[in-house]
Each structure stands twice: as structure tokens, then as C-alpha cells.
């Protein structure tokens, strides 16, 4: 591990984190900010968040290769990290074919823009790709602090590290607290609907042991359990003990933060 994230995490749309919530869920001990939806090169919020903060990681989830150009990107993470050293991870990935259509491997992609950050000297050590399958799991760990799965189970995270060996290994987690469980799945499948018809996460979710019957919308009961757990916070833990360094925590529901301040003192008691 080249960055210390802390166990637990939060993810979330970057658009939709404040700085007053980052200080607050740095006070409740969550350890990293993970900013999902693709942000744009000069990547925006990071530096207000990490300004509102003293220890607290901000990471991007992710960085999109298609939208986002190599060089660009390049820049912002200098920038950033002259400000704040060592507090800024960047993550990038290819995003999903239906939405980006992109016009070559996107596999061969991921490492031309790899090979594009060494140029401009963004350190491995600062840079994580999302990653699912084998193929890039291993190009993850290879030329990467590690891995950040998205919509993934415990068992992918106990694969996937076996395919990372020691590089750090970021899964994230939608999670629902409610103990009416047919109200809490309803809340889980008005988010991870949209990504059924996605072709990378469907397939590896296939990989998993998953039918066709269970991805198809709006997903099994079986499925939704394991992508959008609700119940103990010993079900949030799952992934820590298959293997995940950290563990970015997306919590469902009209008041996330509600969630997280719940969810907060229960976590660090799992953790000692």
C-alpha cells in the first residue's frame, strides 16, 4: 500500500459532495472521498474538498479516458498534489461501451493513456484503474497503485485479490439501511437498474455465478442483496474480510449522510 485510505471510504456522484459534508465525514472517521460520474480534466471539486479537510484522501471514480485527455488530466494531478501531497488519488477507466462507443480496444486505450501519465509523470504510486476482469485487474497491478471494482460482490473481491497480489484493492459497496427488506431492495434496484444493461458489469457478473434470469431488470432478490446489502454492518464488512484494502461505501436513500453518521461508530468498532 503506498497510500493510506484508511478502511472505510465514501463514494459518491462528484457533483454532490460539499466541502461541509467532506469535514463532517472526515470527523466520523472515514478515511477517502471517492468522486464518481466521470468528472471532467481539471477536475473539479477535489481541491475544495481537500481545502476543507486535513487528512481525509479524495480519489477520483472515475476519470473517463474517452472524455477526458491524458495530458489534461495530467496536469491537474500536479496541480493538486503540489497543493496537497500525498492526499489525492487519481483514478481513471474506459467507462461502458454502450455510452462512450469507443473505436478501439479499450483495453489497448487503458495503456496507451498509462504510457501517456508516465510521460507526464504521474506516479504509479498516485493513480489506481477500474477494473473487473482478469486482463485488467493484472494491467491494474502492474502499472498502478491497484484496482477500484465498482458493482462488484465479496467473491469478486476475494478473485480479484488473487489477481492483484499486494497492489491495493478498492471495491465499492451500494448499501441500504432498512430493516424492511423488500423496501430496502426497492431502494437498491432504483439505482443498480441502470447498470443491467451495461455489458462490462453484466458480464462479470455472469463470471460470478449469475443468470441470465437474475441481471435481467430489474434483478433477482439474490442479486440485490449482494450489490446493495442492507441489514448488519457486518454485511458492509464482507469485503474487508475477502480481501479489500479499503472500502468505498455508497449509501442509498434520500440522506447519505444520515446513513454514514449511523453507520459510522458501528464501522470503527468492526475495524479494531
Not at 23 to 50: F, I, N, R
Not at 161 to 189: I, S
Not at 222 to 235: F, P
Request: some cysteine.
Amino acid at each position: 500500500m503506498t497510500i493510506d485510505l484508511g478502511r472505510y471510504g465514501v463514494w459518491r456522484y462528484y457533483k454532490l459532495f460539499t466541502p461541509e459534508a467532506a469535514a463532517e465525514l472526515e470527523g466520523l472517521g472515514y478515511g477517502a472521498l471517492w468522486l464518481g460520474g466521470s468528472p471532467t480534466p481539471d477536475l473539479p471539486v477535489v481541491e475544495d474538498l481537500l481545502a476543507a479537510t486535513e487528512t481525509l484522501k479524495v480519489g477520483t471514480s472515475i476519470v473517463n479516458i474517452w472524455t477526458a485527455p491524458a495530458g489534461a488530466v495530467a496536469e491537474s494531478f500536479h496541480r493538486i498534489e503540489q497543493r496537497f501531497p500525498g492526499r489525492f488519488v487519481l483514478g481513471i477507466g474506459c467507462g461502458h461501451p454502450e455510452a462512450d462507443k469507443p473505436y478501439r480496444s479499450p483495453y489497448e486505450a487503458l495503456v496507451e493513456y498509462l504510457d501517456e501519465l508516465d510521460a507526464a509523470k504521474v506516479p504509479v504510486s498516485g493513480r489506481m484503474l477500474a477494473a473487473l476482469g482478469p486482463k485488467v485487474l493484472k494491467l491494474a497491478a502492474d502499472r498502478t497503485a491497484g484496482a477500484l471494482p465498482y458493482l462488484t460482490t465479496p467473491q469478486h473481491t476475494e478473485q480479484a485479490r488473487t489477481a492483484v497480489g499486494d497492489a491495493l484493492l478498492v471495491p465499492e459497496q451500494k448499501l441500504v439501511v432498512d430493516t424492511d427488506a423488500e423496501r430496502a431492495r426497492a431502494t437498491g434496484r432504483s439505482v443498480v437498474d441502470m447498470y443491467l444493461g451495461l455489458r462490462n458489469y453484466t458480464t462479470n457478473l455472469q463470471r460470478l455465478g449469475y443468470t441470465d434470469d437474475d441481471i435481467a431488470k430489474p434483478g433477482s432478490d439474490r442479486l440485490l442483496d449482494a450489490l446493495a446489502v442492507h441489514g448488519s454492518a457486518e454485511q458492509v464488512r464482507a469485503h474487508i474480510d475477502a480481501g479489500a484494502d479499503h472500502l468505498a461505501l455508497q449509501a442509498l436513500g434520500e440522506d447519505y449522510l444520515a446513513t454514514l453518521r449511523a453507520l459510522a461508530p458501528l464501522l470503527t468498532q468492526s475495524s479494531r
